[in-house]
Each structure stands twice: as C-alpha cells, then as structure tokens.
C-alpha cells in the first residue's frame, strides 16, 4: 500500500476540473488522479498535462453510475488506504435556449448534480484520511436561486438542522413539482441548476456538521465553493474567467494548511466565506 497522500478531482478531463488537476499537480505533494467518464477523453487530458510536465493518473469515474464510483473507491482503499483531498467538480448544466422539456431538464440536473455528487460523498468521505480536505464545487447561483425560494422552503434550507434525508426529499420534492407542472405554485425558483447547486450547497453543510459530530479529532475541512463565471463549454465563452482563475477558490480550499481550523461547512466564493 502507498503512504503517498492522494488527490481526486471528479470531471477534470476539460474545464474547471482541467485547471484544478494541473494545479493541484504543481502544488500538491502527492499522486493526483484526474478522472472522466469517458477513458479516451481522460487519458487525452492526462496526456496534454504530461506535455506540461506534469504529472497526473486518470482513474474512470461516471459519478451517474455507482458501480464506477464504488470501483474508484475500492481501488483508492486498496492502493493508498484512503483518500487526503476530494474535489467534487463533476456537474451539467442545460444552455438557457434549450427547449428540453423542464421537468427532463429538472431531473437530469438533479441526477448528476445534486444524488450524483451525494454518492460519490456517501462512498468516499469514510475514505478521508485525518487533515483531508473536501471540496464541492457549487456556484452562486444557488445564493440567487436560494433567494427566489419561498420564505418556507428559504428556512429548510438554512436550517442547521436540516438531515440528508430531509434534503433528499425536497430535492426529490423539486423533480417532482416540476412533472406535475406545480413548481411556481410550490415555491420553487425556474431554475434546475440553481435548484441543484442549493443542493450541493446544504448537503455540504450538512456533510460539515456530521464530521464535526463523527470525527472531530481529525482537522478534515469540508467546504462548498464558486468558481465564478467561467469561460468552459458549459458556460460560453461570454464568461468573465479563465479556468485557471475559476480554479483558484477551489484548490485554495482543498491545499487549507493542516493547521488551519477554518473555513469549514462554509459556502467560498473569491476565496471568502459568504452568508447562506
């Protein structure tokens, strides 16, 4: 087994997790694993940094699909014994003149976004070994999206006792108001990705405030994070930042000095704190 520590940045073939994967292999001091849903894309990726070089792994990860997740986590178990820094980056999001239906729209969001990024935490967090770091890669659109919620549905999500369970229902709650064409009337904002990234947001509150309770002892600080508006396939190339300067809050929070307490269970955009 290697006692090299170990880093995993979910959908870092292109993008964001492009620029985080080669900062991380700058600054990191360990082996980092780039990873795709498709090998041949990854492998490409992994290639253009050795060209840099730099060097990074690729493992196959498909965060819709948890036999490939739980693959990754077996193999991270089995190799390294665990995991020191997690980035969940991995995420979709429809252009705005898309004339998907919203309700397909809604779930397929919802699917990648908000239960995929869940069941990668759910199989690799017990991974974390002690002063790891976890970062899930939101957006400020769940702060908007959050304010165009109903006051009601407002206080579930800033609540701080909010369970997974609870935040389950309601992200299955959204999917469904969207099929029975209610979402309006039930208090949700017209937005899929805003409502996944409230998701990710409060889950990682959540996952934060479950650490503290389960393994205090251990310095693991687990954060959620904008990029800010980044010129990627996703978001056009209308975007203010260059992937490189969307990586900078997220790898800042996943290379927090192991003496640092602090930030932890907070949402960071800019490498600041923010109110949710």
């Given amino acids: 087994m290697s006692s090299v520590p170990v880093a995993v940045v979910t959908g870092s073939n292109k993008g964001i997790g492009f620029a985080i994967v080669r900062d991380l292999c700058k600054q990191f001091p360990g082996d980092v694993y780039l990873t795709a849903r498709d090998p041949g894309r990854g492998q490409e990726a992994v290639a253009k940094l050795q060209q840099e070089g730099l060097r990074a792994l690729f493992h196959q990860l498909d965060i819709d699909d948890l036999q490939s997740i739980r693959a990754l986590r077996d193999f991270l178990k089995e190799k390294y014994g665990g995991l020191n820094v997690l980035v969940n980056n991995a995420g979709i999001a429809f252009k705005v003149q898309d004339k998907t239906p919203f309700a397909v729209q809604a779930e397929v969001t919802l699917k990648t976004n908000f239960f995929g990024t869940k069941n990668v935490c759910t199989e690799l967090l017990p991974l974390m070994k ?50 029975k064409g209610v979402h309006d009337k039930e208090g949700w904002p017209n937005t899929a990705y805003g409502v996944s990234k409230i998701g990710v947001t409060v889950l990682s509150r ?60 907070q949402f960071v955009s800019e490498k600041t704190v923010c109110p949710w």
């Fill in 130 to 179: 002690p002063y790891g770091r976890v970062v899930n890669v939101s957006s400020t659109v769940s702060c908007s999206a959050l304010g165009r919620c109903s006051q009601e549905l407002q206080q579930k999500f800033r609540s701080d006792t909010i369970t997974e369970e609870e935040l389950v229902q309601l992200m299955n709650k959204f999917v469904e108001d969207t099929r």
């Fill in 206 to 265: 959540i996952q934060a405030r479950l650490l503290n309770q389960n393994r205090k002892g251990e310095h693991i600080l687990l954060n959620a994070c904008c990029p800010g508006w980044v010129r990627t396939d996703m978001a056009g190339p209308q975007a203010t930042k260059s992937p490189e300067e969307g990586a900078e809050t997220p790898v800042y929070l996943a290379l927090l000095p192991s003496d640092a307490d602090a930030p932890h269970g």
